[in-house]
């Protein structure tokens, strides 16, 4: 064991709370009463911080830019549909206490892991790139730092805001949360200076509307930036930072406070989009728009929108949306990075330092956001974050699927498993979502064939290898909506008094001491081999 110990200053197995006690834990009082709800505030809001990263702003302002309020009716769909998928991932991980990662570990052959695992990690990375792209944007627009240089800077500045982690979760968690709400004040503030029809954004918000493939496109970069696969895998595992009481009512206390507690922050998140969305699109379709202006709006990202704002709205709304894109950069790249630790440490059983883990995400998507800063500019970088939000919808269902067939699992979940009516609404959710994306590849692909530029050769080749491709997406998905659950769960609450009595005396977790929330307090499992 001493060997072991040393063999690595990277890697380590060791407890990340030097704790015997229960001191450091947020614990929630065995009782039945609103107060608890308090206790349970937190995981929400750094789940939420994914809903409002530079990715969905980029995505925001060019549908409001090019649609106007046509697509608000997304956002809508997409924050109602989050709430439920969320509310799945915080159940599975209090009724199980195994986050969703440990769960397709534990599920499915090594095969199946290693490509799940591949995809989850490149689902960080695409989720990274946009907060690199966006924070070099914010750091260009307040203190002109090129673009590229700015890309690097976010290397480092992360890695000052994860030190925090040392004073515990609840005081990352006020952080986050009150980085949220500067987003919110920033963009409530620019909704008054922009001051859009509140009559035709009401008639977008809830009138479903989609004109040809280019909205089509809009709508799924929409998608993927607001209901993210890495988001599901990080739920399940912050829900693990609270002792909840192990009882039946304890347990579905927690569920029900837990669900609570997201609609709450995902709520402040559908009205920041709504409003970058209603702000893009009042400026974009104002009448007294110059000629640089309107070129501006046919191609709208980040950093463009900082200049058109300037000269439409004023100095000082430049300045908001700035520091709001920074608050989100900045607060976007923690929750990513713990993300990222709880996929490998599932999947793998692989624990990394965290700020070795964020070094290597970052230089992930430093890479690519880097060179194309360089060669394409700010306009490249632009186009880099709707592709990125792309690949994370397209993503999506090999975290879903799972989710939704876990959740619904009495092996698993036992008498929590999931209603046949919200299996019924989850699974449609998912549908939909995998159908918009499967139509927008056939029809990208359609017309790459039957428009391009191409020789004869050329489309034979990309239409063998676009089809090719699009088989193994939806065998892929096949698979994992046909193969049965195999492995069962040991449940924090059991549902008869005579095993409610033993679960007293034992701790709720079996094996060694949690070490999936990383540098977050816990509730520890007693060492059962010391015990013995």
Same mark, same amino acid.
């Given at each position: 064991?001493?060997?072991?110990?040393?063999?690595?200053?990277?890697?380590?197995?060791?407890?990340?709370?030097?704790?015997?006690?229960?001191?450091?834990?947020?614990?929630?009082?065995?009782?039945?009463?609103?107060?608890?709800?308090?206790?349970?505030?937190?995981?929400?809001?750094?789940?939420?911080?994914?809903?409002?990263?530079?990715?969905?702003?980029?995505?925001?302002?060019?549908?409001?830019?090019?649609?106007?309020?046509?697509?608000?009716?997304?956002?809508?769909?997409?924050?109602?549909?989050?709430?439920?998928?969320?509310?799945?991932?915080?159940?599975?991980?209090?009724?199980?206490?195994?986050?969703?990662?440990?769960?397709?570990?534990?599920?499915?052959?090594?095969?199946?892991?290693?490509?799940?695992?591949?995809?989850?990690?490149?689902?960080?990375?695409?989720?990274?790139?946009?907060?690199?792209?966006?924070?070099?944007?914010?750091?260009?627009?307040?203190?002109?730092?090129?673009?590229?240089?700015?890309?690097?800077?976010?290397?480092?500045?992360?890695?000052?805001?994860?030190?925090?982690?040392?004073?515990?979760?609840?005081?990352?968690?006020?952080?986050?949360?009150?980085?949220?709400?500067?987003?919110?004040?920033?963009?409530?503030?620019?909704?008054?200076?922009?001051?859009?029809?509140?009559?035709?954004?009401?008639?977008?918000?809830?009138?479903?509307?989609?004109?040809?493939?280019?909205?089509?496109?809009?709508?799924?970069?929409?998608?993927?930036?607001?209901?993210?696969?890495?988001?599901?895998?990080?739920?399940?595992?912050?829900?693990?930072?609270?002792?909840?009481?192990?009882?039946?009512?304890?347990?579905?206390?927690?569920?029900?406070?837990?669900?609570?507690?997201?609609?709450?922050?995902?709520?402040?998140?559908?009205?920041?989009?709504?409003?970058?969305?209603?702000?893009?699109?009042?400026?974009?379709?104002?009448?007294?728009?110059?000629?640089?202006?309107?070129?501006?709006?046919?191609?709208?990202?980040?950093?463009?929108?900082?200049?058109?704002?300037?000269?439409?709205?004023?100095?000082?709304?430049?300045?908001?949306?700035? +520091?709001? &894109? %920074?608050?989100?950069?900045? *607060?976007? #790249?923690?929750? !990513?990075? @713990? =993300?990222?630790?709880?996929?490998?440490?599932?999947?793998?059983?692989?624990?990394?330092?965290?700020?070795?883990?964020?070094?290597?995400?970052?230089?992930?998507?430093?890479?690519?956001?880097?060179?194309?800063?360089?060669?394409?500019?700010?306009?490249?970088?632009?186009?880099?974050?709707?592709?990125?939000?792309?690949?994370?919808?397209?993503?999506?269902?090999?975290?879903? +699927?799972? &989710? %939704?067939?876990?959740?619904? *699992?009495? #092996?698993?979940? !036992?008498? @929590? =498993?999931?209603?046949?009516?919200?299996?019924?609404?989850?699974?449609?959710?998912?549908?939909?979502?995998?159908?918009?994306?499967?139509?927008?590849?056939?029809?990208?692909?359609?017309?790459?064939?039957?428009?391009?530029?191409?020789?004869?050769?050329?489309?034979?080749?990309?239409?063998?290898?676009?089809?090719?491709?699009?088989?193994?997406?939806?065998?892929?998905?096949?698979?994992?909506?046909?193969?049965?659950?195999?492995?069962?769960?040991?449940?924090?609450?059991?549902?008869?008094?005579?095993?409610?009595?033993?679960?007293?005396?034992?701790?709720?977790?079996?094996?060694?001491?949690?070490?999936?929330?990383?540098?977050?307090?816990?509730?520890?499992?007693?060492?059962?081999?010391?015990?013995?």
């Amino acid at each position: 064991m001493t060997a072991n110990k040393g063999s690595s200053q990277f890697m380590t197995n060791a407890p990340l709370i030097e704790s015997s006690d229960d001191t450091n834990q947020i614990v929630v009082p065995d009782k039945t009463s609103w107060k608890n709800l308090f206790a349970y505030m937190g995981p929400g809001f750094l789940v939420s911080i994914a809903y409002i990263d530079p990715g969905n702003f980029e995505t925001d302002l060019q549908s409001g830019a090019q649609y106007k309020y046509e697509l608000l009716w997304i956002i809508l769909v997409a924050s109602a549909a989050a709430l439920v998928i969320q509310s799945l991932a915080a159940n599975l991980g209090v009724v199980t206490g195994k986050h969703l990662a440990e769960h397709c570990k534990n599920e499915y052959e090594k095969v199946t892991n290693f490509i799940l695992w591949i995809l989850a990690e490149i689902s960080i990375v695409a989720c990274d790139i946009p907060e690199v792209i966006g924070t070099a944007f914010a750091l260009n627009m307040l203190f002109s730092i090129p673009v590229w240089c700015g890309v690097l800077l976010t290397g480092f500045s992360t890695l000052i805001l994860l030190a925090l982690q040392q004073y515990g979760v609840r005081k990352l968690e006020f952080l986050i949360a009150f980085l949220v709400l500067t987003i919110a004040v920033c963009f409530l503030v620019e909704l008054g200076i922009a001051k859009p029809d509140a009559s035709e954004v009401l008639y977008g918000l809830f009138v479903p509307q989609l004109k040809g493939s280019g909205s089509t496109g809009l709508a799924i970069s929409l998608l993927g930036a607001m209901v993210m696969p890495h988001n599901l895998f990080l739920h399940s595992a912050l829900v693990l930072s609270r002792k909840v009481p192990r009882s039946v009512g304890g347990i579905k206390e927690a569920c029900r406070f837990y669900m609570i507690e997201s609609g709450f922050a995902l709520a402040v998140a559908f009205l920041i989009n709504i409003s970058v969305i209603a702000v893009s699109g009042s400026v974009c379709s104002s009448s007294n728009l110059n000629a640089d202006d309107q070129k501006s709006c046919q191609d709208l990202d980040l950093n463009t929108a900082s200049f058109l704002l300037r000269n439409v709205l004023g100095k000082w709304s430049s300045k908001v949306f700035a +520091i709001a &894109l %920074l608050a989100s950069g900045q *607060s976007s #790249t923690i929750t !990513g990075t @713990y =993300a990222g630790q709880y996929v490998m440490q599932g999947f793998l059983d692989l624990r990394m330092r965290p700020w070795l883990r964020n070094f290597l995400t970052r230089c992930l998507a430093i890479v690519p956001s880097l060179i194309v800063a360089l060669i394409g500019g700010s306009a490249g970088a632009g186009k880099l974050i709707i592709i990125a939000s792309m690949i994370l919808s397209f993503e999506l269902p090999f975290a879903l +699927i799972p &989710l %939704l067939k876990f959740t619904s *699992s009495e #092996t698993k979940m !036992g008498s @929590y =498993a999931n209603s046949k009516t919200i299996s019924a609404i989850t699974w449609i959710i998912g549908s939909l979502i995998m159908g918009i994306n499967i139509y927008f590849l056939v029809d990208h692909l359609i017309n790459v064939l039957v428009h391009g530029n191409m020789a004869v050769v050329g489309k034979v080749f990309c239409g063998v290898l676009g089809f090719s491709g699009m088989l193994i997406y939806l065998a892929g998905i096949g698979y994992l909506v046909m193969r049965k659950n195999k492995e069962a769960s040991h449940l924090l609450a059991l549902t008869t008094p005579e095993c409610r009595e033993m679960e007293r005396s034992a701790s709720s977790y079996d094996g060694q001491p949690r070490q999936d929330i990383v540098s977050m307090q816990l509730p520890q499992r007693p060492n059962t081999e010391n015990a013995n």
